[in-house]
């Protein structure tokens, strides 16, 4: 029988024991800013496997490298002086911190992590567990979210207990993640630099600091396999999911709805709990429509709602503008499916 992953508190004794277990190239959880990483050292083929092994992500959708600093960060990527001057600069303003680069790879990065693209995505994360563990095993770590492919991502520890505790031995417990949403994803391989994924981060911020047009996220539409990270249904709760914008659809009858809002008063707005019927619940995601806040709560309450029986979850989405943009579309893909 397949014994349960053990939860461990932060604290210098389990960050030893995670450290050991990295490095006899099995897969840990970790907590980032963003959300749960399930990480491996990049130079273990074996860990590398594990982590498509354990998610059941295909091959071909790339893992992000999560360094330590500057110095292990350029030592994996094969750029101009140019090119480094911009990415320095960002690298001042944003990191450590949710901004992972996409840039042309050094050869001895692994093709398991690129999934034999000429590019790496890499990122310097904040939390301060994570930096812990990268300071004391003095590698590289390749960590995509901890979550089962396809699955919302896990934004505390008991998120991936329930989806991956039967598949891991260790998940270190950092806390509830910061930002709630996965790092903004900026492609620095091509002529102008494009965001390929929304987060904290914003293009406009990008733009201003490096003074230089940021080409902004479309939103994708994709069924294309050889972009799976990429594709319209990611991110998904098993409960049916519907989105609207500023007024919650009538519930239809005999179905158990949950009502999410951006904030109490937008719940207040749409009429009471008893307007929507009585089998049907209404929730929000912040007190006063606070993007930030929004980001924060959204993965762990559709967690919530998906372990409760709902026929269908109504989810109110915010407007496109800084963080909202990330919120919307981790939204839009979770509702893709159904
Ligand atoms: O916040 C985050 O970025 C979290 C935490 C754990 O760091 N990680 C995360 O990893 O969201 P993951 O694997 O769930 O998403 C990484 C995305 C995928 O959509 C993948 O396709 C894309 O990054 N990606 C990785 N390498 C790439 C590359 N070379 N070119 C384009 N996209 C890449
Ligand atoms: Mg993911």
């Not at 604290?11 to 024991?17: G, L, R």
């Not at 050292?41 to 490298?65: C, G, H, Q, T, W």
């Not at 004391?136 to 934004?155: D, H, K, M, Q, V």
Request: hydrophobic share 40%; proline share 5%.
């Amino acid at each position: 029988m397949q014994t349960l992953a053990k939860i461990l508190k932060y604290s210098d004794e389990s960050i030893k024991i995670v450290v050991d277990s990295l490095l006899s190239g099995n897969v840990v959880a970790l907590p980032t800013e963003t959300v749960y990483g399930l990480g491996g050292i990049i130079n273990s083929d074996i860990a590398l496997r594990k982590i498509f092994e354990v998610k059941s992500r295909p091959f071909i959708d790339p893992l992000i490298v999560h360094v330590l600093n500057n110095s292990s960060f350029f030592q994996l990527v094969d750029i101009d002086s140019i090119l480094r001057e911009k990415i320095e600069k960002l690298i001042d303003a944003f990191c450590p911190g949710p901004l992972t680069f996409v840039l042309n790879k050094q050869k001895h990065v692994s093709d398991l992590i690129t999934a034999g693209k000429k590019t790496v995505a890499i990122r310097i994360p904040q939390h301060r567990a994570f930096r812990h563990v990268l300071r004391e095993i003095c590698c590289p770590i390749a960590a995509p979210s901890a979550n089962p492919f396809g699955y919302l991502s896990p934004t505390c520890a008991e998120h991936v207990f329930n989806s991956l505790g039967n598949k891991i031995e260790y998940i270190l417990d950092g806390g509830h993640c910061e930002f709630g949403v996965e790092s903004t994803i900026l492609d620095c391989s091509g002529k102008k630099m494009r965001i390929l994924r929304p987060g904290a981060v914003s293009a406009d911020e990008i733009s201003q600091c490096l003074n230089e047009e940021i080409l902004p996220y479309k939103s994708i539409t994709t069924t294309d396999p050889s972009a799976p990270g990429m594709l319209k249904q990611h991110y998904s709760p098993q409960t049916k999911l519907r989105l609207f914008e500023t007024h919650a659809p009538d519930s239809t009858n005999n179905l158990k709805c949950a009502y999410i809002f951006l904030s109490r008063k937008d719940a207040e707005n749409n009429g009471t709990s008893s307007q929507f019927g009585e089998s049907n619940h209404v929730f929000w995601l912040s007190e006063s429509g606070d993007f930030l806040e929004i980001a924060q709560n959204l993965f762990s309450l559709l967690h919530i709602l998906d372990l409760q029986n709902y026929d269908m979850i109504y989810c109110q989405t915010p407007e496109n503008i800084g963080i909202g943009t990330a919120i919307r579309d981790r939204l839009t893909r979770a509702a893709a499916k159904f």
